[in-house]
């Protein structure tokens, strides 16, 4: 079963521009976590956010947590065309394995 | 360095016969995950080994599925009787220690390439 829900399904913008991804979750979790996955480089990790933080960054990406709404979002600013891939958040509660949404399918165009 | 390896990359199987898919995790990781990815969906947890013990084996969807870790190092996971429904990329992660049994409520999962398998 998935956890966590992202929001748009699917994104489509030009290089350069700012890319914003949402997901939203049910139960309360220790820390959420964003993954990319392309056919390239499969999935990796990208950035966590414990449940006490609201804010981090790493490099062009910046995640914030808001535990009372039960929802995080991933920016990724100055967007390259090879940001495009599909982009997961996962959650992870009292085992921390991490619960996986469906995902958001980001193209950038050159 | 190595990262997870995982073989064979694609594997084609009738409906009905067994398979074994193999993971090489990163050397001196404790932690080992199993994760099933259907198509346009995220991957979905099916069974998690720290060194040779299975401490976690609630996401595996029937008995046809059975993973084992014997030396603490490589991992299998091997589907009996193969249905169409069990076509997927199957996922392994590996990583140091893992929850607070490691010392940190948290460490970095390092994903394999995947094994892609389509049952006819």
């Known amino acids: 079963s998935q956890q966590g829900e992202e929001d748009p399904q699917a994104l489509s913008i030009q290089e350069g521009e700012n890319a914003t991804m949402n997901c939203s979750y049910k139960t309360s979790i220790n820390n959420l976590q964003w993954y990319r996955q392309n056919s390239g480089r499969g999935l990796v990790h990208l950035i966590l956010i414990r449940s006490n933080e609201r804010e981090k960054h790493s490099g062009r990406l910046r995640v914030t947590l808001d535990t009372s709404k039960k929802s995080s979002s991933l920016l990724i600013t100055a967007s390259r065309a090879a940001d495009t891939a599909s982009y997961f958040c996962a959650t992870a509660g009292g085992s921390y394995i991490p619960t996986f949404g469906r995902g958001t399918s980001l193209i950038v165009h050159p | 360095g190595a990262g997870v390896s995982q073989s064979p990359r694609y594997k084609v199987a009738k409906r009905g016969q067994d398979v074994a898919l193999r993971c090489d995790p990163i050397?001196?990781?404790?932690?080992l995950f199993w994760y099933q990815q259907a198509l346009g969906q995220g991957p979905e947890f099916l069974t998690y080994f720290q060194n040779e013990a299975q401490l976690d084996k609630s996401g595996l969807p029937s008995d046809r599925f059975f993973a084992e870790r014997p030396e603490g190092s490589v991992s299998t996971l091997k589907i009996q009787r193969t249905q169409q429904e069990d076509s997927a990329v199957y996922l392994c992660?590996?990583?140091?220690?893992?929850?607070?049994?490691?010392?940190?409520?948290?460490?970095?999962?390092?994903f394999g390439p995947g094994t892609r398998l389509t049952v006819l």
């Open positions: 992660a590996s990583s140091p220690p893992w929850g607070l049994a490691g010392g940190s409520s948290y460490n970095e999962q390092f």
């Open positions: 050397s001196g990781h404790v932690s």
